[in-house]
């Protein structure tokens, strides 16, 4: 596993670069996600201002250590001649194989991801508990699943040193939830890491937590190799990556949106999966970028509350959610004012605007989970409307209508909380009670906080 991950790690060899071979140095830095192929080479009396390279998708190259690297889609951030004698060319690249053998248009069985803060949410453990005292597990806790087209298997690592009984003074255990993405046919690299970053957004919204990978390689059924001249097993092509390691941030368990227990094996979600993927990718903005400004946050969040009601709801038509709303609440007139106001039913708008979407995911099962943003204040939706068209805009018509500073925070967290219960129900996983005194705590928060803010006033 990486230790020192923000340091830059420098490696020496020979790169084929449209079939010319250049000696260079490969320069890989897993905090930052930076690949960088720096290379010198001498110019003639034909060309002292050297060559020009451009983009390669492909570069290939032999490192002094033996081992075969690919680089691919490969751009020319620096090309220069010295003294009209060496050309310095510089690459950066978006990502890497390191293998033994080039891996030009290689496709691949198996993709295998250690991961790292995600073995919590698995709830497994390398250990169990004897009437002697604690002991590794004879077996490894899995779970299987089938989505995305692939078997999906999550399994618990151990590290080595603890496989035999410690020697040295000191042992550490390193325990990491490993992800493997398993596939009949063969796939390209950019098929499984497509299939990766989705399960990965999975996890860090079921965790509100950012996930990175410690390591990952890639498997051809076809590249095998015999152990012991008995056991088969099959070639790492190990992939490295321009991804940034992410922060780790302070979210306790107590707080996760769900676990992977809660995810059953023989359930068939995938449909689920699919929709949810702009709307996972719209709400990790609160996760990934933790200096993003609160008015794009805020926009996110509306943004993914309005994709995930259109993906979800009505095949987004206009005519089924009018029906769907009569044949619910029938005459209600507070309803009606909720969800079928008087732009909704225009005979010129033929969609689903905001107001009625939001409305709609705020009353939900109609059990009054979030009654207090739309009974208590049922001009919260139209609100939130009005303060996204401003930060969107920026326009005078809405801009004494628009939440700014505490009213802005208080508007995501509600949003942010009313998205997840909504996935969660999604995917089968009904979190009311947990919301229901998430919010109520908040509330009561924000009562102290508004009667301590008074007392400082009058003081």
């Not at 010319?20 to 003639?44: A, D, M, R």
């Not at 399960?199 to 410690?214: M, R, T």
């Not at 449909?271 to 709307?279: F, I, M, N, T, Y």
């Not at 099962?365 to 009654?371: I, N, P, Q, S």
Request: some cysteine; charged content about 25%; proline content about 2%.
């Amino acid at each position: 596993m990486w230790e020192n991950i923000d340091i830059d790690r420098h490696y020496t060899g020979m790169f084929q670069i449209l079939d010319e071979p250049i000696s260079g140095e490969l320069i890989y830095n897993k905090q930052n996600g930076t690949i960088l192929l720096s290379l010198i080479k001498e110019v003639n009396s034909k060309s002292f201002f050297g060559k020009s390279y451009g983009t390669q998708p492909i570069i290939t190259g032999k490192l002094n250590t033996g081992a075969v690297v690919t680089l691919f889609n490969n751009r020319c951030s620096n090309n220069h001649t010295q003294a009209f004698s060496n050309q310095h060319i510089v690459f950066v690249s978006e990502y890497m194989i390191w293998s033994n053998s080039e891996s030009i248009d290689s496709t691949y069985n198996k993709m295998v991801c250690t991961l790292k803060n995600a073995y919590q949410w698995s709830s497994f453990s390398a250990f169990e508990e004897t009437e002697t005292g604690i002991k590794a597990k004879d077996t490894v806790d899995k779970k299987t699943y089938n989505w995305f087209g692939a078997k999906i298997i999550f399994y618990s690592y151990l590290n080595d040193s603890l496989f035999v009984p410690p020697r040295e003074e000191e042992t550490k255990i390193v325990q990491h939830l490993v992800l493997e993405i398993e596939t009949t046919e063969k796939h390209s690299v950019e098929t499984f890491v497509s299939i990766r970053n989705k399960v990965l957004s999975l996890i860090s919204f079921a965790i509100k937590n950012n996930v990175n990978i410690e390591e990952q390689y890639l498997c051809d059924y076809d590249d095998s190799y015999l152990i012991a001249n008995k056991y088969k097993d099959y070639h790492k092509h190990y992939l490295y990556t321009s991804e940034v390691t992410l922060d780790i941030l302070k979210t306790r368990s107590w707080n996760y949106n769900f676990w992977l227990n809660d995810l059953p094996e023989e359930k068939d979600i995938n449909s689920e999966l699919k929709k949810l993927e702009p709307v996972f990718n719209l709400y990790l903005s609160l996760i990934k970028y933790q200096d993003m400004p609160s008015e794009m946050v805020f926009l996110n969040m509306v943004q993914a509350l309005e994709t995930f009601h259109s993906r979800f709801f009505y095949d987004d038509k206009k005519d089924k959610y009018i029906k769907s709303v009569t044949e619910r609440f029938g005459d209600s007139e507070r309803y009606k004012k909720l969800l079928l106001s008087d732009t909704q039913m225009d005979k010129n708008c033929n969609f689903i605007i905001l107001v009625s979407r939001l409305n709609d995911l705020l009353i939900g099962k109609g059990d009054g989970l979030f009654c207090e943003y739309y009974i208590e204040n049922d001009g919260y939706a139209q609100t939130i409307a009005d303060t996204r068209h401003y930060y969107t805009h920026y326009g005078k018509s809405k801009k004494a209508k628009a939440l700014k500073g505490n009213d802005l925070l208080e508007a995501i967290y509600i949003l942010r909380v009313l998205l997840e219960y909504h996935v969660c129900l999604s995917l089968g996983i009904d979190r009311r009670d947990a919301i229901a005194q998430e919010l109520h705590t908040h509330n009561d928060w924000k009562r102290l906080s508004e009667i301590q803010a008074k007392q400082c006033k009058s003081e």
